[in-house]
């Protein structure tokens, strides 16, 4: 019996140990996806370590690791997001708002207050400058701050670097993509505002020109000869009546012969923020009629038989002046269950009518879409 035992925990050691191997592949494929797209560094992990993203966007240094405590297990460690930037001056200490930060701001030991009651509300603000901070913190960085740490709560921002931490590995390249372009644009925010001191636009007032005083009134030329009537009188003209076109007449407006690549360029080739991107899309795309080939990535099928599938798209690759080249992806509401079988990678045209948009993730969403091959 005692012979048997032996091969027995080898064996279930060296089964642990290639069922720890594949799933760490899995994330590793992840984590390199993830690099092509931020167009970063890829160091692979090692047998005691994990795989590592850096490089450089811009002025700003990125790196996305792992830490891990003494214990080796996933739970215990920490996917990190690390943003740098050259150094702001503002002796900066940023991060949300504590139970114990506000209870010390009742005893008269509060932090930075900038003026923004929602701002000040929810950050913890510990500064050298706050003149220059205020200065610097501008509505739109505020919002995006705000916004951001409403998704990314353990966010904290000091002179030099920009971080958040998250509890276990990030195993989808999406979502670590989507986290570390938001980061950037925050850091992007805070380095490029202006630190100079904030001054009202001087307004031109439009100078008129003199009214010229009305002409002086000549007395009466008494030799002056009389008016005579019109001898022939004018025939009153009717007035012109406009006929409306019947509404049945009028045409519908033309559905949108637009491509993918051609809106997503004009929605995601610059630097923007998301609610700006939405706007733009809520006011020249939503509700045109779209007719687009893309790639299939994933289905999703409802539960019940009258519930939408989903099918998500590879629609377009455009050049980003911050990423460089990023994909863009339409999620296409289906009604029903699909009609014929549809596997990833096929190659179909969807047709609908845009929807909506997740600006931040670069996705359309069209409904009532119909597949085609």
Do not use: C, H
């Amino acid at each position: 019996m005692e012979g048997l035992l032996i091969p027995i925990v080898f064996g279930l050691v060296a089964l642990f140990v290639a069922a720890a191997s594949t799933a760490s592949r899995r994330y590793e494929a992840q984590w390199k996806g993830a690099a092509d797209r931020l167009q970063l560094g890829y160091q692979a992990g090692r047998m005691f370590s994990r795989p590592k993203l850096a490089g450089q966007v811009g002025s700003l240094s990125v790196t996305i690791d792992v830490a891990s405590s003494s214990s080796s297990s996933s739970n215990s460690a920490r996917t990190r997001y690390r943003i740098g930037y050259p150094p702001l001056g503002l002796g900066l200490r940023m991060s949300r708002e504590t139970g114990f930060g506000k209870a010390a701001a009742m005893l008269g030991m509060g932090d930075t207050k900038i003026g923004d009651e929602e701002f000040d509300r929810t950050f913890s603000i510990k500064t050298s400058d706050p003149e220059r901070l205020s200065a610097r913190l501008s509505p739109t960085t505020r919002r995006e701050l705000l916004d951001l740490i409403g998704d990314y709560r353990s966010i904290k921002i000091t002179d030099e670097q920009l971080s958040y931490e998250k509890n276990g590995i990030e195993r989808d390249a999406g979502t670590l993509t989507k986290t570390a372009e938001r980061l950037i644009a925050a850091a992007r925010l805070l380095q490029g505002a202006s630190t100079g001191p904030s001054r009202p636009a001087s307004r031109s007032i439009p100078v008129r020109e003199p009214i010229p005083p009305p002409p002086r009134l000549l007395p009466a030329d008494p030799y002056s000869a009389e008016k005579l009537p019109d001898p022939i009188p004018r025939a009153a003209v009717p007035p012109r009546v406009v006929r409306e076109a019947p509404e049945e007449l009028v045409p519908p407006p033309a559905a949108s012969s637009a491509p993918a690549d051609d809106i997503a360029a004009a929605l995601f080739s610059k630097r923007g923020l998301s609610f700006q991107i939405a706007r733009r899309f809520e006011e020249e795309y939503q509700g045109r009629s779209v007719e687009w080939p893309g790639e299939v990535r994933s289905i999703m099928t409802g539960i019940g038989p009258n519930d939408p599938t989903r099918v998500t798209l590879l629609v377009a690759t455009i050049r980003n002046e911050l990423f460089g080249s990023v994909e863009v992806e339409a999620v296409a509401a289906i009604p029903g269950r699909l009609p014929t079988k549809v596997a990833a990678g096929t190659r179909v045209t969807v047709r609908g009518t845009l929807a909506g948009i997740d600006a931040m993730g670069r996705r359309f969403i069209i409904e009532d879409a119909v597949l085609q091959p």
